[in-house]
Structure formats: C-alpha cells, structure tokens
C-alpha cells in the first residue's frame, strides 16, 4: 500500500482528519472518494474489508451542509457505529427496527429539527415510500450504500430489498449516491452500477491486498493441541477459531476453556440471543477467542482481531478472503493459520457428492481445486488469493509461509509414479496406508494375503520411512492425483486414479510439491515454523506501515522503553480501555484501536498535547478520555506497575 503521498492534499482537509479522526494521512483512496462524493458525483467504490470505508461516508457527512443517510443491512452494526461516529464528534443516528417508538420518535424530531449529520438505516426502511417522503422534509442530501453487493445476485448476499434503491436515484436527483463493498468482481460491480442507477459513477477500485495479513498453512495432525498452542502464544489476543462442525467447534472451545482460555462456540445450532451475547462478548474484548462455524464474523466490527485460525479446510478462496479478512482492520500485523487435512477433502467432496443440480457441483469442485491449490501449490499465498480476484502479485510478498522460506518445494515426480504406480497395480481399492505398506516393503498380514509383496513396485521406496510416504499421499490427493472412492455404505473405498494421474504415471507432467521442513516437532513441524517465523518476515511487514506509523506517532522521538515494559504498558492500556468502554456502555475498539494503544505506549504521552499527537486521538477523545489514559501512563511510569485490574 502506498502512504503519505499528501503532498496534494488539500490541507484543511487534511485538519479536519487530525481533529475529528485522529489521523494524520487518508488510507489510499479514502481521499479520491471523499472528494468525489463531496463534489456531488456518484461513486463505486471496492474496498477490502478494513480499507476505511466508513471514513469515506462519515467525513463528507460532517463536512456537507444537511443529512447524510447511510444504507446499510447490518442491523446489529448500526448502534456501534453510532457510537463510534458520536466519539468522534459526529451528530450521528440510526433508524430501524430494533429501536423502540419512543427512541425512534425521538431520533425523528432530532431529524425534523436538523440536528443530525448522519443516519444509518435499514434497506427496509427505505423501501417504504413514506419514509423516503420523511427523508426529503428532513433534507436528505446524500446517500451512502454500505455492502452494495446485497443489490446483486451474482454476491452471495443477496437482499429483495436493496432492489428498491433504485428509487432514491429517481426520488433525489441532486443527492450523490457511493456505493461501498467488499467484494470485488466485475459482475457485483456492473450490477451494483445498474441496480442503484449510479450516473456516470467514479470508480474506485481499491487493490484487496491486505499487508497486514500473514498467511501460513499447516497440516492438521492433532487439531485440539495445534489449536490449543496457537492461541497460547497469543496470550491476550483476541482471535477467531474457524471449524467446519458445530460439534467441532464445540469441541475446540471447550478444550480451550480446560487449559484457562476464555473461548466461546457460535453457530447455527444455538439460538439467536445466545448468539449475539457471544458476538458481544467479542466486540467487548469479554471473551478472547470464539470458535465459530462460518456464519461468525459478517457483521462484526471489531477492528483489533489478531488472528484467524482455519482448522478446517474453507470451501472456498473468496470465502477464506473474507473471513481472514476480519482480522487486522486497524492495519496492524495479524496472523492468518489454515490447518487441513486429507479427511477435510474427503468430507468436501462428500458433499459435492449429493449435490444434484449440476452446474453447482462443476461450481464447487471448481472452489475445492482453487482452495486446494492454495494449500499444496507452494506459490505464494499472496499472489493465489489476488489472482482470485484478478490481481496481479509477483515478487517477495514478505507476508506468508512460502515468501518466508518456510515452505520448501520439491520435485516429487519419481515418487509420486511409485505410490500412483502402487495403487494402479492394487486395483484403485485401497487406501493410503496399505499403499505405503506396498512401496516400503512392509511384510504385513494384508500384504501377504494379496499377495502385493511379489508386485514390482514392492519396497521400491525404502528410501523414505512411512510418514514421508503418508504425506505424499496426501499431497497427490490434494492435488486431485488420487481422488477417494465412496463406497455403497458412504465409507471411502480406497484411492482411485484421475485423467492427470496418468498423465504424471506417463512421464508427461510433473508433481512439484509444497513440503514442510522436517523438524524435531514431528509431524511437520509447521507449528515450530509458525513460532520461529516472525522474526524476519515481521520485519518486512512491518516496514510497510511505517509510514503510517510514523506519521501518527508525531511525537519527538521520546527515548524507547524497553520493548518488554512497552508491551506491559500496551496491555495495561488495554485494561483501561476495557474499563472505559464498559462504564460508556461502547466497544473498546470505539475508544481507541489497538493502534492507538501501541503508540501511546511507545510515546508515553504525559500532556494533553502529546497525547493529542497519538494516532486516533482527536480532540473529541482527548477530552473524554486523555485524563484517564494519561493517569494510567502516568502511574505505569512511576511505579512500573499496572494500576488496573
Ligand atoms: P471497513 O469498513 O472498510 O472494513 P473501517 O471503516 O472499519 O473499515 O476502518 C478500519 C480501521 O481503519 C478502523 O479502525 C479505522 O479507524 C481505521 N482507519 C480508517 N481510516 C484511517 C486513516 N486514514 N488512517 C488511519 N486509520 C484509519
Ligand atoms: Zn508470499
């Protein structure tokens, strides 16, 4: 990401951000929109998650003469964004359907009066032609459209009723529609154009790189455990466990909990106010960790999750885009761990299995073998989920596993024609292990009995022990070489051969494979990686945001606590933010970022001015909250020591 190239920012723009947002740069393409939208044009605008789409709707909002009306289907959202808005001195509102009359009559004589700046609602709210008759007697000037993609068919989230936008393009000729979302194809966006009746719209195609992200792939050997080190390296950080079951997710939360994680499970086998009870804990910082099936996260907004851990295989790339994507929205560095193993694919295509409607089998095997060669292909991460979106990546990414020199590629052709070679001589019925029982040599009962120790491909790969041959076998099933046969009772009945196998059989390709370093961990030591790692490559990534960085930090260079005291006043900071937000009844996350946090523990701000100069402060959180972090820096620094609890 480029930052800092402000020199043609228009300065009082630029004062605004500092004191109203605390920022001291626009996020690239924050300002192209900004300008466009306030010059009245219609925008479309693509942004990844955590790109900064709501600075794009808000700051015009404070800076227009009259109401500003955000669109957006995220009910659950709008009292938090309120908030976050209203911290920033922002006369912010909302209108839908789970405020009561009197809060809602309240907000409309609010409106009547021209007392509000901006205001959230609810596609079906705006569906109904009187409130779109209120809107106009209220003066109604601008229209944000927050997840647009809900208008097409083409996105996975499809709402009837972002059909009936349309009308505001009739209804308001004079008001600027920006259109906002998430998701990046050519087919969302066109539609998205045609649907809102967006006029010659700017567009603002933001790159879905995200920096931030470290991406790293694991096998799963013993998930619990694997699961289980993760997080306890990350003491404190808040995190989300991915897992394809309610039961596993159970499971997995529940292990957390025994060894003192506070872990929640969320999914659809739990009712809707449990639900959300978990979905606030997490937005309060209250629980660590929620190990969620893949409905958790869609309409959270909570900028300081540091990792996303899959421990299963995603059905999908653009699926797993999204949802590591919920991690680091405040663009500090955030890890991203996938686990997989063989049985994830056997239970995917299970499932493909019983699909009946073709084209959504082709749809889906189409997903299987891009998630597939994302996890075996030894390409950078990086570039594979780019490319899903049309977007060009080459080079060092500095930011995954196989750019960090974890992974190792390796030309396996020779064998792989073994191990294939064995399943072709055995008939295609049988499964990994006797395979490899065949090309060790191992004399085995079943062997015997088959008599497969007289087969020419019999203790040809001595060379390797088992677990070596294991793996390879899993990768040539990764790779679509051999696929499991499902028996009549649903059971898999051995490793059967594909078109491409015998091709590789043939001489005619090659398998070059993403292996893991052998490491004393055993296995394949991708959790020692995953420790060892960060050093270098956080480095990198870090580098990329200094900019940023520096720019908030603003501060004469105050000489460096050492690194340990700085992490120990970053978590005491943390406390009081934990505390602030709850006696304001708003999520941490609304009080400061986590970013913001770390600068203050960097510059040990001890006045108000110096505070102010911390990233995020702006003079409306100086004034509610300075005293409070101030004190406790203050008290840190005298005593070494927390004072919060
Ligand atoms: P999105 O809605 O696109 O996912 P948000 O609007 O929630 O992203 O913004 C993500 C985070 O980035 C928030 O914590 C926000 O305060 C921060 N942010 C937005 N714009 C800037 C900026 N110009 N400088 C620094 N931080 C920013
Ligand atoms: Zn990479």
Not at 44 to 49: K, S
Request: glycine share 8%; proline share 5%.
């Amino acid at each position: 990401m480029q930052r800092g190239a402000n020199s043609k920012t228009d300065p009082t723009l630029l004062k605004t951000l500092k004191s109203s947002f605390g920022f001291t740069a626009f996020r690239p393409n924050q300002e192209q929109i900004i300008t466009a939208f306030l010059a009245g044009r219609d925008v479309f605008a693509a942004l990844p998650t955590g790109g900064g789409k709501s600075l794009c709707y808000q700051f015009p909002a404070l800076i227009r003469p009259g109401l500003t009306v955000v669109v957006s289907p995220l009910i659950a959202l709008m009292k938090d964004q309120v908030d976050a808005a209203r911290e920033n001195g922002l006369a912010a509102a909302y209108l839908n359907s789970s405020l009561n009359p009197d809060a809602a009559r309240e907000v409309r004589a609010q409106l009547s009066a021209g007392a509000i700046k901006l205001l959230y609602v609810s596609p079906e709210r705006l569906a109904a032609p009187e409130f779109r008759a209120a809107l106009r007697s209220y003066g109604a000037g601008a229209f944000a459209v927050d997840e647009a993609h809900c208008v097409s068919e083409w996105g996975h989230e499809f709402r009837p009723d972002y059909r009936t936008l349309l009308n505001l393009r009739t209804e308001f000729p004079q008001a600027p529609i920006a259109a906002f979302t998430a998701t990046a194809t050519q087919e969302v966006q066109r539609d998205i154009v045609t649907q809102l009746g967006l006029h010659d719209p700017v567009v603002v195609r933001a790159s879905f790189d995200r920096p931030e992200l470290l991406y790293r792939v694991a096998r799963k050997h013993s998930p619990a455990e694997q699961v289980l080190q993760f997080v306890c390296e990350r003491p404190g950080d808040p995190g989300i466990v991915y897992r394809s079951t309610r039961k596993s997710s159970e499971q997995t939360a529940e292990i957390l909990r025994r060894h003192g994680v506070s872990a929640l499970a969320y999914h659809a086998g739990l009712d809707d106010e449990l639900r959300n009870r978990v979905q606030e804990a997490f937005v309060r910082d209250e629980v660590q960790v929620v190990v969620a099936t893949i409905a958790f996260g869609m309409g959270i907004d909570k900028s300081n999750v540091r990792w996303i851990l899959h421990g299963d295989l995603p059905r999908s790339l653009e699926g797993y885009y999204q949802e590591t994507g919920r991690a680091g929205r405040d663009g500090e560095p955030a890890d991203a761990l996938l686990l997989w193993g063989p049985q994830d694919i056997a239970i995917i295509r299970r499932h493909i299995a019983h699909m009946t409607v073709e084209a959504e089998r082709a749809g889906a095997e189409k997903r299987l073998r891009e998630v597939l060669a994302y996890v075996g292909s030894g390409v950078c991460r990086r570039q594979l989920l780019l490319a899903h979106f049309n977007e060009e990546h080459s080079g060092n990414c500095g930011g995954c596993d196989v750019c960090n020199g974890e992974v190792d590629t390796e030309d396996l052709t020779v064998p792989a024609q073994k191990l294939l070679s064995a399943a072709a001589r055995t008939g295609e019925v049988f499964g990994a292990h006797h395979l490899v029982d065949v090309v060790t040599g191992a004399v085995t009962e079943r062997v015997l009995e088959r008599g497969h120790d007289k087969l020419p491909t019999f203790g040809v790969g001595s060379d390797h022990d088992r677990s070596w041959w294991l793996s390879l076998a899993q990768d040539l099933e990764a790779a679509a070489y051999l696929t499991r046969r499902i028996g009549t009772n649903g059971r898999p009945a051995g490793l059967q051969l594909s078109p491409q196998a015998r091709r590789l059989m043939r001489g005619n390709e090659r398998f070059v494979s993403a292996r893991r370093r052998p490491s004393a961990a055993g296995a394949d030591g991708a959790l020692s990686a995953a420790r060892h790692a960060p050093a270098g490559s956080q480095v990198a990534r870090t580098e990329q945001h200094s900019a940023e960085r520096l720019a908030n930090a603003g501060a004469a260079a105050a000489p460096t606590l050492h690194r340990a005291d700085q992490a120990a006043l970053f978590q005491c900071l943390r406390s009081v933010r934990k505390r602030v937000a709850a006696e304001r009844g708003v999520p941490p996350y609304v009080v400061f970022s986590d970013k913001s946090l770390k600068v203050m523990a960097m510059n040990r701000p001890s006045t108000p001015a110096a505070f102010l100069r911390c990233h995020g402060v702006g003079e409306r959180k100086l004034e509610s909250y300075g005293a409070h972090f101030l004190a406790a820096i203050q008290s840190f620094l005298a005593s070494g020591e927390c004072a919060e609890r």
